[in-house]
């Protein structure tokens, strides 16, 4: 291979703002080719989009024309040429090429093309995943993606957090319950991390203000399309923080989160016909008790204490305009950390954050005693031995502190409109799918 013929490639973006005549190098896929004869017109994708090349007989001779024929779709190749511009074609300029070089022939199943516009069954693509996301509206979904991720640290790093990284493998449920998925250990049986809940309440106790970004599991027999069994949360823990100051950095992230996105992909957005409503804080807050009262009105009964149905969820869905929280929920539907009310304590301190009919997060005030917490395990019939490692900091001073998770798949689902979570995940895992 030429190195040379690709060291000092440019872009697709760059070509289109070139002016006429200029010499470029480029490498890429060949997404489609249409054949004239005595011209061929190819389609190049590289990371930043498309352009369009032009091979011809007085430009390319008849050598590289028939070459170019022979080409196939999503081939790598190298080219240069001529910078051309002409409302003809794509984005207003193309390559005229007089050098063409095929790095790597391609073998593409004809339903797999990533140009081709049939709707195709998402278990299919998935089973070719990264030819799958060589399609542009999937491309789209994760350049995106790379911008929430990228918008929430700059977001959170501005409130004073620091980005922590906690263990994976654990030795007992965070949460409790069951959906835990076991790991052989050495000599001991571990489990795969629900949640960083205990390590991140631990930390803010030393660094008062953490976040982490990484992946959770929880063996869950749902098989719906919001849930997985691998996904990435983003995680917030404060101390010297009651609810309504983790709510308030919630509200303030997401609202962050949007305005970035529509200033850096209005491109992707318009590949996805997505438009997103810039969003104002703070948030409307609608409690528990009132949230089963409007459901009353429209026909959902809710009894008291039973967590939302899916259709409670949508039918709230519909009457806001926007992401809302849900407040003092019930404390036997929390996990034992969540703090109860002081003036009723079968209600807590606690939020999910709904956009649209999604729960996208969840979280609250923490317990911060230690005889308070020992109390709240034992009513969840959950062992305080097999969390001593835990309860032990609370000996060392820890302060009040609340917190919250995120999924980010579920807020991508918001952003680009998909209706199934594994489209927004790179390689989803969920009850059927551990490949590829």
């Known amino acids: 291979m030429n190195r040379a013929l690709w060291k000092d490639r440019v872009l697709s973006s760059e070509v289109l703002r070139s002016e006429e005549g200029r010499r470029v190098k480029l490498a890429g896929w060949v997404h489609s080719i249409r054949d004239l004869g005595k011209v061929v ?8 989009g ?27 190749v190298m080219v240069e040429g001529f910078v051309k511009h002409t409302e003809k074609a794509p984005g207003g300029a193309e390559v005229h090429v007089d050098r063409l070089q095929v790095v790597n022939e391609a073998e593409v199943p004809p339903h797999l ?23 542009p509206e999937n491309y789209a979904i994760f350049r995106i993606n790379h911008v929430v991720l990228s918008a929430a640290r700059r977001y959170l790093e501005s409130e004073g957090f620091m980005e922590v990284h906690t263990p994976k493998l654990i030795a007992t449920a965070t949460e409790g319950g069951a959906a835990l998925f076991p790991v052989a250990y050495f000599d001991k049986e571990a489990f795969l991390a629900q949640s960083p809940q205990l390590y991140k309440e631990q930390l803010s106790a030393v660094f008062e203000r953490v976040y982490e970004i990484g992946p959770l599991f929880r063996a869950e027999e749902s ?7 691998e996904y990435v949360g983003i995680d917030v823990e404060a101390a010297f923080a009651d609810e309504e100051d983790v709510m308030r950095v919630l509200e303030g992230m997401v609202a962050f989160v949007i305005r970035e996105v529509t200033e850096r992909c209005r491109k992707e957005l318009e590949l996805l016909r997505r438009e997103l409503k810039p969003l104002s804080t703070p948030f409307v807050r609608l409690t528990y008790d009132e949230a089963i009262e409007r459901l009353r009105e429209v026909g959902i009964m809710i009894e008291w204490g039973h967590d939302l149905t899916t259709e409670a969820e949508r039918a709230l869905g519909r009457m806001f305009d926007g992401p809302f929280f849900i407040v003092d929920w019930p404390t036997h539907l929390k996990p034992f950390y ?8 079968s209600r807590s301190y606690s939020f999910d954050l709904m956009y649209g009919w999604l729960e996208i997060a969840s979280g609250g005030r923490r317990i911060h005693r230690k005889e308070q917490l020992i109390a709240r395990l034992k009513e969840q019939g959950l062992n305080p031995d097999s969390f001593k490692h835990h309860l032990k900091c609370y000996d060392y001073g820890m302060p009040p502190h609340s917190g919250w998770g995120l999924g980010l798949a579920r807020l991508m689902m918001i ?13 989803p895992r969920d009850r059927w799918r551990l490949t590829p």
């Open 50 to 76: 498309m352009v369009q090349l032009v091979f011809s007989l007085n430009t390319s001779g008849r050598e590289l024309v028939e070459q170019a024929k022979r080409l196939g779709k999503e081939y790598v």
């Open 415 to 427: 952003i680009t409109g998909r209706e199934d979570i594994r489209e927004v995940v790179l390689y």
């Open 41 to 48: 017109f190819i389609i190049l994708r590289d990371r930043d």
């Open 113 to 135: 093309e990533p140009d081709q516009r049939a709707k195709v069954d998402l278990d299919v693509r998935l089973d070719d995943r990264m030819l799958d996301l060589r399609r």
């Open 338 to 345: 969540i703090m109860p009310r002081e003036d009723d304590p």
């Open 223 to 229: 098989h719906t399309n919001r849930h997985l069994s």
